[in-house]
């Protein structure tokens, strides 16, 4: 795909599209932000965790979706990278996503109040939405907050409706609340929730459900927390002081590296060989030679505005 270049003496993008992992981005390291999103480079690769986690995602939904053990299976056997892992020892193998999903089944088996939403009569499965965020920072580019809800499901029991959001991991530890109870990941949910929904999410509840992938000891751990509009209110505030520092390393055309982030996953950051040049021209043409995956498409389901300062 031709990419049509600027003058580069301003970066080639006209709106700045941030979510979650780009915040968590901004705080390993600015220049991989800049290259990553100033420069519109695709930073999605395929790997065993996360294809291995997608395709557990895909399997969890089909299973929500229908009740169907045997549709969960061949969805998770048509989405795993299993290209990239043939061994049943490792643990994003087949095997050991088999047994987490299994682990996954029964838990929602002995929660049977447990009910997906509907959304404009699609199954509240990977709800797509867009926020426009009208920060009023003088002459800086348009900002669009992008994400994912993974589920919203109806309790029968407490009639209540809450985010449920799957995360899957091969971590050893024992208590995963330290790692996910401040977590801002699920804050602008409750915008979004109100806006498809109609109803007042100024508290709601987020579960994280953990799942631990392990051929063997394959494990699912609930954690609940209840989310205020003061939360809400604490995250748009941390959004916006950082949307002013990044205004700020744009306009100087600058943006610093971060001591200790050149290695990622015990590989060099992707973007280490270009860290020592500045030219933004350069820079532009060697990540457009560099190959990169396409886009995933993004159409949101729910789109809303909201004002930051």
């Known amino acids: 795909m031709s990419v049509k270049l600027k003058s580069l003496e301003s970066y080639p993008?006209?709106?700045f599209y941030i979510s979650d992992s780009t915040m968590q981005m901004a705080d390993t390291c600015m220049r991989k932000l800049e290259f990553s999103k100033f420069y519109n480079y695709n930073l999605r690769t395929r790997s065993t965790a996360s294809d291995g986690g997608h395709a557990l995602h895909k399997a969890l939904?089909?299973?929500i979706s229908t009740r169907s053990k045997e549709k969960a299976t061949l969805s998770l056997l048509l989405s795993h990278p299993i290209d990239l892992c043939d061994n049943p020892l490792w643990k994003w193998s087949l095997e050991a996503c088999y047994a987490t999903l299994l682990s996954l089944i029964n838990y929602f088996e002995k929660h049977s109040e447990l009910e997906i939403v509907q959304i404009d009569g699609k199954n509240a499965i990977e709800v797509p939405f867009l926020i426009n965020i009208k920060h009023g920072i003088k002459n800086f580019i348009d900002v669009k907050y992008r994400g994912y809800i993974d589920f919203i499901l109806y309790d029968r029991l407490n009639n209540t409706y809450f985010v449920l959001d799957l995360k899957n991991s091969g971590l050893n530890i024992q208590d995963f609340t330290p790692?996910?109870?401040?977590s801002p990941q699920c804050l602008p949910y409750g915008l979004v929730l109100e806006r498809a929904m109609g109803k007042d999410f100024s508290s709601f509840y987020v579960q994280y459900l953990v799942a631990k992938v392990d051929?063997?000891?394959a494990k699912v751990t609930p954690l609940e927390?209840?989310?205020t509009s003061l939360d809400v209110e604490e995250w748009t505030r941390d959004l916006y002081m950082k949307l002013v520092n990044i205004k700020t390393y744009m306009d100087t055309k600058w943006f610093p590296r971060k001591s200790g982030s050149c290695?990622?996953?015990?590989r060099p950051c992707r973007f280490f060989d270009l860290c020592s040049l500045r030219n933004l021209k350069t820079i532009n043409?060697?990540?457009q030679s560099m190959e990169q995956p396409e886009a995933r498409p993004f159409e949101p389901w729910i789109t809303l505005d909201l004002e930051i300062q």
């Open 13 to 15: 993008i006209d709106t």
């Open 215 to 217: 051929v063997v000891n």
């Open 179 to 182: 790692v996910f109870k401040f």
């Open 285 to 287: 043409l060697m990540l």
């Open 263 to 266: 290695v990622e996953w015990s």
């Open 225 to 227: 927390f209840e989310k």
């Open 61 to 63: 939904g089909v299973f």
